[in-house]
Nanobody, 122 residues
Framework: QVQLVESGGGSVQAGGSLRLSCAVF????????MAWFRQAPGKGREDVAK????????SYADSVKGRFTISQDNAKNTLYLQMNNLESEDTAMYYC???????????????WGQGTQVTVSS
């Protein structure tokens, strides 16, 4: 079975950067759609970014466009989220997810990680 493990979260000042990683264990996620989500206290889950298995398709939430970059290294079975110019509003638990059905019209996800906390201070 596929397991996803996030890392790289932490505390950073506004304007700083963090790079999150999501390691995939059990099987390669090469053909999978991969995504990052986040959830802040008292808020609903938000789609942050998605990337197709071959990397040809990416999408971003409007709130992070121009600041965050999603990427993957299939040889290392790892998904990344580079977060630059962080803002207080980016504070949340960040989760990675994967699904073999592709990115188009994705409303549910086959696999989820446990999350990693990102805290941005003003």
């Amino acid at each position: 079975q596929v397991q996803l493990v996030e890392s790289g979260g932490g505390s950073v000042q506004a304007g700083g950067s963090l790079r999150l990683s999501c390691a995939v264990f059990g099987y390669t996620y090469n053909p999978y759609c991969m995504a990052w989500f986040r959830q802040a206290p008292g808020k609903g889950r938000e789609d942050v970014a998605k990337i197709s298995g071959d990397g040809s398709y990416t999408s971003y939430a409007d709130s992070v466009k121009g600041r965050f970059t999603i990427s993957q290294d299939n040889a290392k079975n790892t998904l990344y989220l580079q977060m630059n110019n962080l803002e207080s509003e980016d504070t949340a638990m960040y989760y990675c997810a994967a699904d073999p059905r592709g990115c188009a019209n994705r409303v549910s996800w086959a696999h989820w990680g446990q999350g990693t906390q990102v805290t941005v201070s003003s």
